[in-house]
């Protein structure tokens, strides 16, 4: 049996844009449409896929109007909790594009990539060692021009994100990890530019399981 963490934010908790749109709280598609069950039941038996998404999650840093959103904080609690872990499928970075944080997009892959480095120095893997890592770059946040509301928390967030996969791939390289870049398999939905609608976890389901199969 391979262990696999999926650690990341709203998209990886699942959170469904269509059932969310005028609703008093985030809505979260089923377990088996969201990208880690599409991932558990494409992998198969011989494979867990442990869900670790939270809403707002950051790379590094510390949100002063959410608390609890710090990834680094969380990261190695999370993988002593599970370990023995075969993989761990890192995807943050979306929520470090707000404008409360005035981050450029280098500087949010260096929080994605110090991520990578706790896992890599870590002995959560099997006989004590670390994991292996497949460091996914966050999907392009939509055009947000009409939603208005969005925008102002997302200030320039389209832009930067579409400047991330550059930055992502070349920390995986330096860091020898795995690396997908999900802008070129998802979109994101128009109904709130930044998640992601029940296709496109299938698809990026499917890309992690071939990174995952193929390493």
């Given at each position: 049996m391979k262990n696999i963490l999926c650690f990341g934010d709203s998209n990886t908790w699942g959170y469904d844009p269509v059932a969310s749109t005028g609703a008093p709280f985030p809505a979260r598609h089923a377990a088996p449409i969201r990208w880690t069950g599409v991932l558990q039941s494409r992998l198969g038996p011989g494979y867990r896929v442990l869900e670790e998404g939270l809403n707002g999650r950051t790379t590094v840093f510390e949100d002063p109007l959410e608390e609890g959103r710090n990834g680094k904080t969380y990261l190695l609690p999370c993988l002593g909790s599970h370990q023995p872990l075969d993989w761990v499928v890192l995807m943050l970075g979306t929520n470090d594009l707000k404008g409360r944080f005035h981050l450029p997009?280098?500087?949010i892959a260096e929080g994605?990539?110090?991520l990578v480095q706790i896992i890599q120095s870590s002995s959560a893997g099997p006989g004590n060692k670390a994991p292996?890592?497949?460091l996914v770059c966050p999907p392009t946040v939509t055009?947000?021009?009409h939603l208005p509301g969005i925008r102002a928390k997302f200030e320039g967030?389209?832009?930067k994100s579409r400047q991330l996969p550059a930055f992502y791939e070349a920390w995986a390289e330096r860091l020898g990890c795995h690396y997908l870049n999900s802008q070129n398999v998802v979109q994101t939905s128009l109904l709130d530019g930044l998640h992601l609608e029940a296709s496109e976890h299938a698809k990026l389901a499917e890309a992690i399981a071939t990174c995952l199969q193929l390493a």
């Open positions: 997009p280098a500087d994605a990539a110090r292996r890592v497949l055009d947000l021009q967030a389209t832009e």
